[in-house]
């Protein structure tokens, strides 16, 4: 477990850690990664925390 609660946020936030390292014009394919895992993670989240019979589609 991390800081965050989430192995897969931690990643995320360590990645734009490293943003310092990148040259500024790749800068937005890195958010661009980042925020697509960090999507992925929250419709994950949901769809867990989602069972039968209560009451969400």
Known sequence: ????????????????????DVPVRDHVAVFEEVLSGLEATLASVGEASAGPGDGRP
């Open 1 to 20: 477990m991390t800081e965050s609660g989430e192995v897969r946020v931690a990643a995320a936030l360590a990645r734009l850690s490293g943003l310092g």
